[in-house]
């Protein structure tokens, strides 16, 4: 009964989502850009990706605001800190074409070696002026081996 009170659930609910086409692409490809500036810009380019309400769910805690996230964020993207690189695997856009999130895989790099890595969800708005924005971002790390 429980399973196909799911099923009915998730069936009414796929017409509202979409995998696999031009939004999701578009998507994925300002999740990839969100990467590119930060790798060139720190902390900074992180924070001007958020909305200025946005949230971040970092390991310990709760930041919100685009001005608690740099602060936040800036000892992350000081000289000789690890470098924040990620890849998104998948996206998913509402059918409206406002709200998605992608999720994907992040990993911490110094000196050429990975010293850390994980999963990560990021809730995803787009704006007025069509440019997609981070509402929520929230991560994990992988177990250490």
Known sequence: MIL??????????????AWGGDMEKELMEADRRFCADVHEGG???????????????????RLDGREAILAYMEDAFLPGAPALLWEP??????????????????????EGEVVGRGNYVTLWRKG??????VAVDIGNQDPKE
């Open 128 to 133: 007025p002026e069509g440019m997609w924005k």
């Open 89 to 110: 695997t998948e996206a998913v856009v509402a059918a409206g074409g406002e709200i998605g999130w992608t999720l994907g895989r992040w990993r911490l790099e110094s």
């Open 43 to 61: 902390a900074d380019a992180w924070a001007l990706w958020f909305e200025e309400d946005g949230t971040q769910f970092p390991p310990r805690g």
């Open 4 to 17: 196909r009170a799911i099923l009915l659930a998730l069936a009414l609910a796929a017409p509202a989502l």
